[in-house]
Structure formats: structure tokens, C-alpha cells
């Protein structure tokens, strides 16, 4: 170096630096090694930064004063050091002779403070508030600066004058400016010009936040001060970053997929071409018996199926390149960490040999002590960095997946659909989009933790020596053990998830259908049947927690037994071996270390394979066949029919075989065509073809124009009934009162609490049946669409009001005229009316024309009319509907003759019709039916209006369904005592004693280990090996022990725990009365049953392990750097009460974030469910791009309070290592001042416990938090475990005798009752009598109370006044199953649940086979169901869906013959059956039930003309009630009833 500073300037004097008391640094050091290194970073960095700025440019700032003025200061900085050059150039000069560095220098530092100037206004020009890059620098340069500073002044002060005067000045100028520019660039500018932040009502702070704030997150401060203060809403959440909204990031995803997608396809169809040339003759006759010439789809499908393997597009690939490259920033931040960790041993090292050399100077050892402070800042900052990257990114991931899987949704097939339930479509969303989250946060572990094993293992090495091997082995021989565990551990979450899975569509069924089970008193069969699965799910959590607790003693044993090993293989491999502190305590600062990486590897494998699982979930399901948006043409204009389908061949999947073949129907624009035909003869299949909902096999399918759709079962969404209607379409008063008009809305309206504005229910639960008809219809015709498809709308909704609807809306003067319509219909009064018909046989048409013409041809559907006409003239027009029959298909024969035995034998004619019906529907259900439209909605209809409200209450207090209530406010200890009990008081204690064994355990050994190296120190040689060797050990292994028997216990509680908690919710909730489920929407009840029974099942037992294991080991290192430096007690009080201050901060804010975050959650799934249940309703409109950007919405809401609570625990995490590392500094430098009075034994012992309390405060912290958040889940199962229950089942004291009701007498005595607290009444002061066996129908207009009259009967609700007496017995006195199980009903809606046929008939195993095949047997279900292979154990889908409506009818009246008691209630089905079997269950009523008292609600007066009294209901009060013949004569209301009907003159 003596060219750069000459001779006098020397670079380095060893005696003046580190032996000296006073040190200080040559000055040639000064000018070059501190002046340079500032300016190295500057340069090096700024071409990166520059090129970072180009791309990511957010528009110009303003210059601001204080832009101005650290230009200035920058500029003036460059004139300072270029003063310097040119004196040095002045010296030369003046003949003083100078050495290179003085011009080096300040040509270097001048250049640098230019390059600084400048990216000052550059940053300004690209809208950077605050530098990063700048701010290191300036700090450099003032940390380099101060030595100097120091120096100068030392010089100053020891010599008379200060020599070289002007580079003195300079220097303190330089020295000023630098400081300034720091605390300037501490300050931030202002945003840039029409930014986000400008516009937005509450952006993130992060966006405008100083480079100072971003690192410590002090941004974030603000939010935990107000969540402290009060609990934080939903309003006082910052926006979304514009970065992570589902715009930004679904579309990232979306895009890399497609390309995916098109790889796959393209390498497919390169590989299959060889293949496709020569069809192998195996192909030719694969569907069994078919037809042997195939179509070359079908070849092609079947090659690409043999070789599908290789061409799956990789949905990993997508991922990756979506989401890697933000990732890989965290990454670098990780190996950073990952290298400043293992500087703090090596201080330790040299800290304890600091503390046994006598003479060193004392500025040593604090300069050590600062510098273990600083690394460990350093890496705090570093860390949660790359915490923050990952978060974001899994973030990010989440909201990416989500919106591709809903964007799927909309789009896949119906045999996609059929392959996965609504259920598992919404795990996808929630559990494995979830996982992947969950995921990316450890992902860096996977290169990380080999990388610090390795680095740990180099440093071992240089301290032990070869002995490190042998800890080593041990290592190596747990990671086998570790991942045999993680394995297993996969296989049960596995087969837990699979009886999840099972568990929860049960109790969704149940749900769904709690409403029949009430009726039924079938509650315990299921609550049985749920209880078996849950006790199934336990075992397998039992058996993960033996496994767990075993990984818990190998993770906590393993470092120990590694330095156990090492520790008695070095001082037992040689004699001269000494285990000294310095080796002892910095061997174990590095075991500990390598702790952490050797168990989150497992872990991370094993989150890798179950993210592995969710991956090929979503990958499989993202890959599902799509509808084919061109199989109908909408385009085509060039013919005069706007509706036109040619050769058509349609069917629901693939493999399936065609439902519809050689359909031929042209439709005139502007035309009526109804589309007529028996049940399942493939009309809604014709209707779904026209919408592109199936799948085209050939044909042309063309549809002019947009199309408004009304679905067979009306869907409806959960909002206000006006929404319903518009459907996203802008509000046009007149148009929407006139819609109303003719939908026949208006009198409803009246009726319901909050007018239009009323928001219904889930599955439009607060509506009637036909109400949800009608509101169909009003949407329909309000989107003024041009073709209109309506498939059976009039079968729902009573006579009067059909016609009323065919007059003002579809038929040739209705509000549709000059519009295409197509109707399908059972209305045969309004077939004249039409333009054309189509007649379906089969799936085939058989005939089509205009009403005379068909008549004249005499063919099939003149049959068809004079037999409907014979009998029904009646019933015409209450339609009949065929809900999903339609999409069964039969063998040809069995119809077939039938068909020509219609048209030949006159005379057989009717019986024939009779056989051919009944023949259909026994036929009907061997073919599947795959339509998912219904399944969720059977259970839901209950007729529920509020109806006497006359007086319209103001809107806003009519929210059916309250909001979902987050608490607010600490956890109630309480919540801690409930968990605590249900674990058990005693096993609670016994698990706390153990932990603290455990601890004491552990800190035994540490100081036996302490004092055994004290003895080297002592004399420098080893006494008494095996002794030492054993102590050690055994107290090692005992803590070993103890943490197995802990984790067992612990595990066997939290089963315990979590089995009660279940059964509490699971008891109570079937004994929730209905109006409960009324009002809560079922999502909200399947989330306890689903996502908080999870948490308590799996992620609080967890928790609770985890906190108990660091409060213990923080607890014991206090303990530890007390007891050897008890100064360090006085340190403690200050940091205490700073920890408890931040986390009581944290704890307030982060809990709310939590809950706000589980609230705006279940929008996102029950939005969900909703969209795919009325998929086909939302594509027919075309409104799927406004469901995507409302789904889009709610994900972004739910993410704005995920985000803070991301930040949330950076915030903590920075805050409480800061205390952590202030615990190093106090014990470090303590060790320093007390270096006399201490052995190196305890230096080593406290310090490097310090060293791992860090890890430990920040998870007691969150461990804290997660606990508080995971017990709310307990308190919102409490919570549902606990809501009013209805009357007890049984009460033992007023039993009635079992063969009660014997007559069947049945009284009201001023009877009222009302829907819930609140409402008014619905049936007021009613009383009547009627006597055993009567027959009484009730009748009235919809909402006048007729199925309020049955509830009463069967206390589903309780009276609010007057009572109901049958046979003497007051009913409201006795268990609800006594009452329940001796009536019996034949629902409106019939629901049946997944499981056996002879389950769903008979739940209790009451019944002999021979009982359950007569019910069978009379209620025409005997052929049926003998056909069928599996007879009684036909399995029955989720929600019957495998049966046609109408043979769910009959089995409920199969149901019914079984239980056969003696008051029968019969809520007549108004739709869904056609008129056979309508008439099958009244013959089969009026044999079976003749003795019996039978209640019928009546839509078709004529099913209740023969009853012995009829009453009428209106406004809930009885208005008549008399014989069917006295009333007519009277004239009243059942007059014009029976008149509109036309059953009266």
C-alpha cells in the first residue's frame, strides 16, 4: 500500500489498534478502506437500481422543498470533496509534494456524491418516495465518517495547533452534510401525481411508507394503535394493494395455464396422429353391444385416453411462472439470513475467550457485545423481509386459485359436475387453495435448511473435529424415523380428510333436509349415523398424535442427543481432548441452530405432498371439459327462424348414451311453440340443448339473439327479491312495475315485510314455491331478451294464477308477444292458444304443427288430449311438472309397443295409457339422472311467509338473515376454562407439571455441561469422564421422556376435548327449533361443523403444544441468565414490560384481523355454492363475467383483512427480536463487566441460552395470538352448541300410552302462532273441532296460513296462544318425538338423503322387510324397485337424485304407509307430478288412510271435493269451514275458488 499512501502513512499499526486501551485507525485506512467502501455499494448498486426503476416506474413527484434541499446538500457535498482535489493540485503547486491518495480520494467520494445527486431527481422523476439504496448509502458514509471524526479530534487535542487546516474544515463540513442527508432521507415525498393512493378513500400506508418504516414495518403501528384502542371493523381496513387484487393476479394465472393448456394439446395431438391413422381393432366394439361403427371422436378419445399420461398440462408450471419471480426476491433476502446466523457463534467464541484472558483491554469485549447485537438486528430486519415476500406470494397464490376455480366453475360440462359434489368443489376452494398458502411461506426451507446443516456442520467440524461425525450419525439416523412419521402422519390426513369429507356432506344433507327429520322424529338415526363417522375421524387423529408426540420428543431430543454423542466421542477419542467452555457452548449454539432446519424439513416434505394432493385436485379439476361456447350459434341471422335445431343429437356426457337424437324443431321469430310430451320424454333436455348445456354429439343448433332462461326450479339468490329481478340489468320503474303486473308479483309484494326490498333467503328459502316461480318469470321477462326459453313455469303456481300468467305474459296478448317463446308445459287448457306444438316421445319428436293440424293427424298427441280431456278437464292447467325425469332415457321396447297399442286398440286405450304411465315411471329411474340444479334446493322450500303483515314496516330492519355476529373484544377467559374443562381439570394440571419437569430437565443438563467444562479451565485436565458423560445424559434423556409422556397426554386430552365440543354442537343443533335454520344461512352451520371443528380437531392441539413448549423455554433461560448474572434482572423489568406492551398491541389487533378475516370468508363459499347451483341460469343470461367480478370482489375483501394480519406478525416479529436481541446484549454485557467474578462456564451458558430466547419470545407471542384466535373457534362452537333448543324430545312424565291417538279426534282451541319473536301472528285465534277419521281439506290463497296449520300440528312451531288437543292430550304438553313419531306427513317437497332405499324408508330398523315391501307394494314403487338389482339397498344419490320426482313422491307416501298412524297431513305437491301419479296417491290415501283424520292441503280443488269438510283459511283467520256442497251453496270464497277452478257454475 505504499504506492497509494507513501511511506509517513502507514496502513495498519497493529499496536495503536487492537492492543491499545484508547484504539484508533491509521489514517491511511481512513482516506482509503472507510472513504471507499460507501462509494463501492453506490456504484455497484446503482446500474440495478436503475434498470429496477425504468420498469417499475409510478409517475413523477412534484419537487418539494425537500427535494430541493437534499439536492442542494448533495451538490454542496460534490463541492466539498472537489475543494479537497484541487488544494491537493494547489499543494503540487506550491512545490509540497502529495501521495496519490489525497487526489484518489476525493476524485472518488466527488463522482459518488454526483451519482447521489443524481438519483435523488431520478427516483423523484420515477415516483419513488423514499430511497432504500440512498439511505444505506448515506448511513455507510456516516458510520465510515465517524472514525475519522474521532480521530481527528484525539490528533487535535494532543497537538498544539491543528495541522492541514483546511482538510480539517472540509472534513467536519463533509461530515455535517452527511448527517443531514441521512435525517433527510428519513423523511418521505410526497405521492406521486394520480396515483392509487391519491384517489383511494383509505389506501395502505405501506405504498407511501419511508424506506425506514418499510424495514422496521413501523407503517404498520397506526393500525395496532387503533385496534388497541377499540376493536377494528371492517371500515378501518386499508384497500388492497392494487398489486394483489384478484384483477391483477387471476388474469397472471389464467394466462400462464392457457399457454399450458396449448402446449399439452399441441404435443397431444402430434403423439396421437401416428396412432389416429389406423384405428386398433380393440376400439371398434368398445361400448358393449353397441353400435359397431364409430364415430372418429370417439377413436380419437379413446387413443388419447391410452396415452393421456404424458400430455397433462402442468398446472406446477403455471404456477411457477405466475408467482416465481416475485418469490425468488424472498428468496435472496433467506440466503442472506441463512449466512449472517452463523456469525453469532463465532462471537460467542470469541467472547468467552475474551472473558479467560486477563489483560485484554475491556473496549473488546463490548465491541463484541455490540456486534452480537447488531448481527442479530441485522438478520431480524432480513428475515422478516423474506417473510413478507413469501407471505405476499402465498397471498397472492390464493387469490389466483380461487378465482381460476370459480371461473371453471361456470364453464364445465354437466358430466364434469356430476363428478364432483358441490362440496368438494368448495374444499377445493377453501382447504387446498389454502394449503398451497400455507405452503409457500416454507418453501425456501427446501434449499435453505440443507444449505445451514451444511454451513453448521463446517463450523462443528473446525471446533470438534472428526467427533462432530458421530452427531452427525445420529442425525442421520433420525431423519429415516422423521420421515416414516411424516408418511404415516400424510396417510391419515388422508383417510381423515376422506371421513371429513363424508362427514360433512351428511350433515349438509341433514341440513338441507332438517326440516323432514324434525317431521319425521328421525333426528337420532342421523345424529348416530354422523356420531359413527366422527368416532371413525377420531381414531385417526388419535393415532396422528401417538405419531406426533413421537416427532415431538425426536425434535426437541435431537440436538441434545447430537452434542450427547459428539461431546462423549471427543473426550473419549483422546486424552488430550478437553471439552472447554469455548468449545462446549459454541458446539451448542451451532446444534441449535441446526435444529431448526433439521425439523422443518420433514415438516416441509410433508407439506409438499399433501400441497402435491390439492395440486392434482385442482389441476384435475382446472382440466375438466369445458361446455363448448360455439355448440349453439348465436350469430346466425341469415334464416327467418330464430330457434333452429337440425339433426340434432344431444346427451349429458360423453360416455353417455344421446338423451335427445334426430331433433328437428324450427322455430319462427316471434312465434309460441310449447313443447308437450309424458314425463321424461327429454323436453327440459330440449331446453338445455338450446341453452349449450349439453353436449353436442351432431347436428346444428342455432339461437338468434340473447336469451332469458326460466329453469324448471325456479333459482334464486341470496338478495333483495328487486335484485332478483333486475339481474344486474339498471331499474327502470315503470318497466319493473309492469313486470310485476304480469308476473303477478304485485299482491306478494304486499305480503312480504320489507316489500321489494325484502332479501330472501338462501335457495329463496322466505319464498313460496310458486313465489320463486313467478320471480323466475319476472326476471326473465325484465332482461328483455329475445328469445325467451321457459321450461314448465305455470306447474308451480296455483290455477288462477297460471292463467293469469299465460294471459298477460307468454301467451298471444301477453307482455311477450312478438318475442320467441318456448314453452314447455303440462297445461293442456292452453295449447289452443299456440302457435306450434312439439310432441316428445323418447327423446325423439314424434310430431309437430299447430294445434287443429295435430288433431286432424289423429296421431300420438290426439290420444294424448282426449285422454287428458276425459279426466282432467279439471286440472288442466295445474300443471304438472316433470322436474328432472327429463334426462332419463329408456330401453326403445318397452315404450315402443305401448306407443302402437294407443293408436291401434281403441277400446284398451285408457288402461293402456294407464300401463304406459305407470310404465314410465318404473322405467324412469333405472337410467341416471345427472342434473345438479334441484339437489340443493328440495330440502329448503319452506312455504314460509310472513304473512299478515299488512302494515309494511320500514325496509331496513327486515333482514331475514341476521349478519354473522364476529366477536369482538378479548377472549373471554371463560372460552380458556371451557376448553380447559372440556380437556379435563385434572389431566390439564398433570400436562402443565410435566412441561415444567421437562424445562427443569433440560436446564439441568446445561448446567451439569457448565459445570464440566469449568473443570478443564480449573487445571487443565479431564477428571472423572464416564461420570460426567452418564449425569449428562441421563438428565438429557429423562427431558426426552418427559416430552413424550407430555405430548401423549396432551394429545389424549384435545381428542377428549374436541369429541365432547362436537357432540355439545352436533346434539344441539338437531335440537334447534326450525326457526333457527330459517334464518342462518346453512353455509354458516356447515363452517362450525366444518372449519371450526377442524381448528379444534387439529390446529389447537398444535397450538397449545407449541405454546406451553416456549413459555417453558423462555421461562427456563431467564431463570438461567439470572441465576449467573443477577444484575440482569434489573435489564428484565424494562424489556418485560415492553414485551407485554407489544404483544397485548398485537394480540388486540391481530385477533380482530382474524376474525374479520373467518367473516368476509364464508361469503366467498356460499357466493360459490350459489353460482354453481345456477350456473346454467347465470350462462343463459350471460351474466358470468358480473358473478366473476362479485366473486372477485368478496375475495378481495376477504384478502384486505388477511393482509394486515400478514404484516401484523412481521410488525411483532420485528419488534419483540428486538427485545430478544437486547436480552443478548444485557447478558453479553454483563458477562463483560462481571469477566472477574465469572467462570467462561457460565459466560457460555447464559449467552448462549440469550441467543435462542429470541426464536422463543416471538413464538410465545404468536403462540399466544394463534391460541386466542384458534380458541374462538371453540367459542363459536360453544356458541352454536348453545342457542335456544325446542321442547325435549320426550318427557318422561306425561308419556302417552304407546297405541295413542286411537280415535284421532283433533281440537284448536283459540289457537294463534306466529313464525318467530317479532313477527305477527300467522293463524289467529283459531278453533274448530274435528272428529276421528273425518277427511278435511284446507284451502286458500297463498299466504293465508294453510301449511302454518300443519307445523302447529306438528309443534315444529309452538303456539303463541290457545292450544291444540288430540285425543285428550294436550300436545303441547308432551315430548316432541311422542308427538312427531304419532303422525304422519307427506311433505310438499319430498326429500330423501343419501343412503339406501330402505334406510330412507325406514331409519330405526323398525320394520320387518315383508312390512317395507307392502308399503312398497301400495304405493306402486313394488315393480320398481324389484327391477332394480340391488331391491331394498338401492342406493339413493345426495338428495334422491337418482329417482324422478315423482318417485320421490311415492316413496314419501311409501313412508307414510309405513308408519301408517292415525292422522295423516297430506301438504299436496303442487308441482313435479304428473297427473298419474297424482292420482295414484289419492286412491292409494283414500283406500290405505280410510279410517284415518287426513288434513290435505289442497291446490286442485278437485282432490277435496269428496272430503267430509273443507276449511278455508284467509289472512290466518278460518273464514269457512262446512261441507265442499254447503259452501258452494253458500257462495263465499270456496265459491269463486271452485268457479275460477271451474267446478262451479
Known sequence: MDWLCGPELQFWITNETFHADQPDLPECFQLSVLSWLPCIFLWAASPFYLFYLKKNNKGYIMMSILNRVKTVFGLLLWIVCWTDLFYAFHQIRQGHGQVPIYFITPLVLGMTMLLATFLIQYERLHGVQSSGVLFIFWFLSVVCAIVPFRSKILKASNQSEVPDKLRFITFYFYFGLLVFELILCCFNEKPPLYCDVVTDPNPCPETTAGFLSTVTFWWFTSLAIKGYKMPLEAKDLWSLNQRDSSKVMVPRLLKEWDKEQAKARSEAIQSSQATYAKPPPSTTNHTAGGPTENSPEEVEVLLSNQKAAPHQPSFLHALIKAFGPYFLIGSAFKLLQDVITFVNPQLLRMLISFTKQEKAPYWWGYALAILMFLTALLQTLILHRHFQYCFITGMNVRTALIGAIYRKALVITNAAKRSSTVGEIVNLMSVDAQRFMDLTTFLNMLWSAPLQIMLALYFLWQNLGPSVLAGVAVMVMLIPLNAFIAMKTRAYQVEQMQYKDERIKLMNEILNGIKVLKLYAWENSFKDRVLAIRQKELNVLRKTAYLGALSTMAWTSAPFLVALTSFAVFVTVDEKNILDAEKAFVSLSLFNILRFPLNMLPQVISGLVQASVSLKRIQSFLSHDELDPNSVDRKNSSTEFSVSVVNGKFTWGKEDPPVLHNMNVMVPQGSLLAVVGHVGCGKSSLISALLGDMEKLEGEVSVRGSVAYVPQQAWIQNATLRNNILFGKSYDERKYHRVLDACALTPDLEVLPGGDMTEIGEKGINLSGGQRQRVSLARALYSDADVYLLDDPLSAVDAHVAKHIFDNLIGPEGALKGKTRILVTHGISFLPQVDNIVVMVEGGVSEMGSYQELLKQNGAFAEFLRNYALDDTVEEDEAIEDLLEDEEFFPDDVLSNHHTDMVDNEPVINEARKSFMRQISVMSSEGENFRCRSVKRHGCSQRKHSVSQEKMKPPEVQKLIQAETAETGRVKSKVYLEYAKAVGPLLSVIIILLYGCQSAASIGANIWLSQWTNDASGNGTQVDVPMRVGVYAALGITQGVLVMISSFTLAIGNIGAAKKLHFNLLANKLHTPQSFFDTTPIGRIINRFSKDIYVIDEALPSTVLMFLGTFFVSLSTLIVIISSTPIFAVAIVPLAIIYVFVQRFYVATSRQLKRLESVSRSPIYSHFSETITGSSVIRAYSRDTAFVLMSDVKVDENQKSYYPGIVSNRWLGVRIEFIGNCIVLFAALFAVTGKESLNPGLVGLSVSY?????????????????????????????????????????????????????????????????????????????????????????????????????????RLLEAAAGEITIDDVKIAEIGLHDLRSKLTIIPQEPVLFSGTLRMNLDPFEKYSDEDVWKALEHSHLHRFVSNQSAKLELECSEGGENLSVGQRQLVCLARALLRKTRILVLDEATAAIDLETDDLIQSTIRTQFDDCTVFTIAHRLNTIMDYTRVLVLDKGRVAEFDTPTNLISRRGIFYGMAKDAGLAQ
Open 1250 to 1354: 440469550a441467543l435462542q430466547v429470541t426464536m422463543s419470545l416471538n413464538w410465545m407471542v404468536r403462540m399466544t395470538s394463534d391460541l386466542e384466535n384458534n380458541i374462538v373457534a371453540v367459542e363459536r362452537v360453544k356458541e352454536y352448541s348453545e342457542t335456544k333448543t325446542e321442547a325435549p324430545w320426550e318427557v318422561e312424565d306425561k308419556k302417552p300410552p304407546p297405541e295413542w291417538p286411537m280415535t284421532g279426534n283433533v281440537q284448536f282451541q283459540n289457537y294463534s302462532v306466529r313464525y318467530r319473536e317479532g313477527l305477527d301472528l300467522v293463524l289467529r285465534n283459531i278453533t274448530l273441532n274435528v272428529k276421528g277419521g273425518e277427511k278435511i281439506g284446507i284451502v286458500g290463497r297463498t299466504g293465508a296460513g294453510k301449511s302454518s296449520m300443519t307445523l302447529c300440528l306438528f
